[in-house]
Structure formats: structure tokens, C-alpha cells
């Protein structure tokens, strides 16, 4: 039964199959005639759109030469162009915006054509176009501009990689501002908590700085990126403990091949490995970056960051010529002061008073100052470290660093200057907002010396009280703002 069942399924099959063999030789003629016109109608196409790419792009190249003859005028231009029934791309728009963008006098026509594209909608607005435009107006209109540019934004527009950018940009010149970005912020992304990470860095902020990071590495999903690795480099110096960060970040790195590498990461690995002590790496990666295939550019940083790391690896002679090596991009000043941190931190301050001389006392800022008074406190010279402060202080963009602040204090303590630690924690805290440790330090000041405390100075701190603050405010009586 089963066996006819299936030969009745193989005649129908055959049966079905002739009858479609027929169709086929039948209908061949006018399949062929049919396929001879669909293919001439799908080259007609093809020709119409690649004379419609053509004319495209000869209304584009007419467009970028009247923008090249009048880059002033560019976002006219494009508005003209645009009314004339042409279609901009985004990737035209975009290049065209960051041309503008590389030349600083044109900023402002930039900020034009990009605010002037948005709000009449020749193009679309995306993250990229949007980054740039808040890039500029923060550098040409200043920061309550790029606030409000940015708070004025749709939700939908406020990206995880806008806010980056925004809260990166804003730390680099606007730290205090940033930090009241950032407080709110829930990052779903490694490059949002290593930008929080990074504000807290520039304002000091070790407690917060620990807690972003303990937070960030508490998601599996997550891993740090390599300038987290190096702000925690720095912060463990600063203030200890984080067992095991050295291994865990030697792993990461040995994973980086150098030579994919752009030049900032590369200034990056260069600072991370002479944290690690590994000379012959940092030696490896400044000649990459000295002598770079293109498209890759060695810049002035690069070659201060390597002067650092010979620095901080103790190599003063191969730091003194990547000094020499960097005479064509960068300002005498700027190598001098370079070379007078190695120096200092060498323990070599006959030198590193030479260079100073060297430097014009009209373009003098504290950054040389700061080095020397660190490098004599380490030999314990406390009297020539005032000194040096105290002439320092006379100078213009006094901002001294965490390092100096936190040697200098306990010798204040000793001393009794209480006025002379208030002017450097005023001086300090215009750029950071410090951490419990200075706090306490600074209350030890007016505690030896028997002094209120300025509340006006205490109040700029942005601390969380640990045991030994709550003791020293036990002790120390706080002036009250009538004086009191």
C-alpha cells in the first residue's frame, strides 16, 4: 500500500514536471524578449543615478570652491547652495564644519553654520556635529554658553558619548563646573566613569575619585580604559593603597599593540609604564612616537610626557635629550621646566636653580616654583623651600599642587604660619577642591599655631569627615563670618 502510494507521488511528480518543461520552451521567446527589457530598463536606471551622483558631485566641488574662496562666509553659502535644490550629506556638512573648525579665526563661522544647520534643519543633527558645536562655544563664548547649549538639547539627543565629551571638555578648563555635571550622572559606559574619574582627579577629590572607580569596577560588564588605569596610577601615589593595581594594569597594557596605537594612547602607555618601572618600554614607545609613520604627529605633550617618565625612572641624562629632541616643538620655557622637575626630583637643585635663572622673570609662572619647593622639602631644606615659595607667589598663575600643598603644611604646622597656609590653600583652591587629608592638615595648622579657623576657607573644601577631622574640630574653635 505504502509502496503504490509513493509511485503515485513519482507519476504526479514526472507529470507535473513535463507539463513545466511545455510551459518553459513556450514561453521562452517572450521570457527572453521580457528579460532583454527588464535589463535594459535596470541600465537605464543605473545610468540615471550615476548621472545624477555626477551632477551631485559637480554641485559639491562648486560648493567646497565658493566655501574655499570665502570661508567667512561659508554658512550663507551652503544655505544658498541648499535653496538652489541641491542636498547636503552629513558627511559633506560634518567636514566641512571641522575644516572651519582647524583654523581658529574661523571658529566662530563654524559655531554659524553648525547652530544655523540645526535650527533649520539642513541637515540632521547627530553626536558628531553636535560634539564639535559644543567644543567651540565652549572655547569662543566660554562656559555658561556651552552649559546652557548643552542643557537646551532634547533628551533623545543627550547621548552617553555627548555627555563625555561635555563633561571632558568642561574638566579640562571648568573642573568645579563639571563636578556639578556629573554629580547626577548614572554611567552605563567605561568612557562616562573614566570621565567622572577624571573630574575628580583635576579637583582632588581622592574619597570620590575611590568611590567612581570602586563603583566602575564593580560591573563585570565594564572594563577601565587605559587613562583609568593611569589616574589611579597617580591617585595611589597620592594616597596608597589599591593592592594589586600594578599587575592587574601591567596585564592590560602587554594586550596594547603599540604600533596600532594612536599618539595619545601611546603618551598614555608611556606614562603607565614608567609607573611600572619598565624603562625599556618607555624607550621603545618615545621612539615611535619621535619618529612616526604618517598619519600620526609627535606632539609638544608627547615630548613632556617623556620627560617625565625618564624623570620619574631616574634616567636625567635621557631625559636632558628628549629635552634637546623637543627644540622644534616646543617653547624654551616650557623644555626648561621640564628639565627643572627632573631635576628636582633628582635631588638636583644646583641645576635645577641654573635653568630657572634662564627663564624671564616676566614669563615666570609657578609651575618651576612648585618643583623646586617639592625637591627641597625632600632634602629637607624647609627654609629655601619657603623661600622659593614665597618669591613663587609673586609670580603670575599661581596654582600649586597637590604634592607641595600636602609637604608644605605639616612644615607651616611647625612653623605656626598660619596666614602663610591660609594664602596657600586659597591659592589651592581656586582649581581643586581638596581632600580630607589637607583639610585635617590644614586644621593641624591653626591648632599649633592657636588660631580660629577661617570657615570661609574650611567651607570651599568638598569633604566627607573622617575620625581625625571630628577630633581636630573637637580642638580648633571656627571663626564665624562676622570674625568671630
Not at 157 to 180: D, G, I, M, N, Q
Not at 263 to 289: Q, R, S, W
Not at 348 to 373: C, G, H, N, Q
Not at 383 to 390: I, Q, V, Y
Request: hydrophobic share 40%; net charge positive.
Amino acid at each position: 500500500m505504502a509502496m503504490r502510494g509513493m509511485l503515485r507521488a513519482w507519476k504526479g511528480a514526472a507529470s507535473r514536471s513535463l507539463e513545466l518543461n511545455r510551459f518553459r520552451a513556450a514561453a521562452a521567446p517572450s521570457c527572453a524578449r521580457g528579460c532583454s527589457t527588464v535589463a535594459d530598463e535596470k541600465q537605464q536606471r543605473e545610468d540615471e543615478r550615476s548621472k545624477k551622483k555626477e551632477e551631485e558631485e559637480k554641485q559639491l566641488v562648486k560648493l567646497c570652491k565658493s566655501i574655499a574662496d570665502k570661508p567667512e562666509e561659508s554658512t550663507q553659502a551652503i544655505k544658498d547652495w541648499v535653496a538652489q535644490g541641491n542636498r547636503l550629506k552629513y558627511k559633506n556638512y560634518l567636514q566641512i564644519a571641522k575644516t572651519l573648525a582647524d583654523h581658529p579665526k574661523l571658529h566662530r563661522e563654524a559655531v554659524k553654520l553648525l547652530k544655523t544647520s540645526r535650527n533649520e534643519k539642513i541637515v540632521e543633527s547627530r553626536t558628531a556635529s553636535l560634539i564639535l558645536e559644543l567644543g567651540l562655544v565652549l572655547r569662543e563664548f566660554g562656559v555658561a554658553p556651552a552649559e546652557r547649549f548643552y542643557s537646551r538639547l532634547p533628551v533623545k539627543s543627550k547621548s552617553e558619548e555627548l555627555t563625555v565629551a561635555f563633561v571632558t571638555s568642561l574638566a579640562k578648563r571648568y573642573p568645579k563646573h563639571a563636578l556639578r555635571w556629573v554629580q547626577g550622572l548614572n554611567p552605563t559606559t567605561a568612557e562616562l566613569h573614566n570621565a567622572i574619574i577624571r573630574v575628580y582627579w583635576k579637583l582632588k577629590m581622592h574619597d570620590k575619585m575611590l568611590a567612581a572607580y570602586t563603583t566602575f569596577r564593580n560591573d563585570p560588564k565594564l572594563l577601565p580604559k587605559l587613562e583609568t588605569y593611569l589616574l589611579m596610577l597617580k591617585y595611589k601615589e597620592r594616597v596608597g593603597g589599591l593592592e594589586g593595581l600594578e599587575e592587574e594594569i601591567r596585564a592590560f597594557v602587554e594586550k596594547i599593540r603599540i604600533r596600532k596605537a594612536n599618539v595619545y594612547k601611546l603618551d598614555h602607555l608611556m606614562e603607565v609604564y614608567a609607573f611600572l618601572g619598565d624603562a625599556d618600554k618607555v624607550e621603545k614607545i618615545y621612539k615611535f612616537v619621535k619618529t612616526p609613520k604618517p598619519p600620526q604627529v609627535p606632539l609638544r605633550d608627547s615630548f613632556r610626557v617623556a620627560v617625565r617618565a625618564f624623570g620619574r625612572l631616574g634616567m636625567v641624562k635621557r631625559a636632558e635629550e628628549v629635552v634637546e629632541d623637543s627644540k622644534d616643538h616646543a617653547k624654551e620655557s616650557f623644555r626648561l621646566v621640564n628639565l627643572i622637575e627632573v631635576y628636582s626630583k633628582a635631588g638636583m637643585m644646583d641645576k635645577a636653580e641654573e635653568l630657572l635663572e634662564k627663564i624671564d622673570k616676566s614669563k615666570r609662572t609657578f609651575a618651576p616654583y612648585d618643583a623646586l619647593v617639592r625637591g627641597y622639602l625632600a632634602k629637607n631644606d624647609s627654609k629655601k623651600a619657603l623661600e622659593r615659595f614665597k618669591e613663587g607667589c609673586a609670580v603670575r598663575s599661581v596654582v600649586p599642587s597637590y604634592e607641595t600643598v600636602a609637604a608644605l603644611l605639616p612644615v607651616l604646622e611647625e612653623l605656626k604660619f598660619w596666614k602663610s597656609a591660609e594664602g596657600l590653600m586659597q591659592n589651592y583652591l581656586h582649581h581643586a577642591a581638596g581632600d580630607v587629608r589637607l583639610y585635617n592638615s590644614f586644621l593641624k595648622v591653626y591648632g599649633a599655631s592657636q588660631r580660629k579657623a577661617d570657615s570661609s576657607i574650611l567651607s570651599r573644601f568638598k569633604i566627607e569627615a573622617d575620625s581625625e577631622t571630628l577630633e581636630l574640630l573637637s580642638r580648633v574653635k571656627i571663626m564665624t563670618g562676622d570674625g568671630k
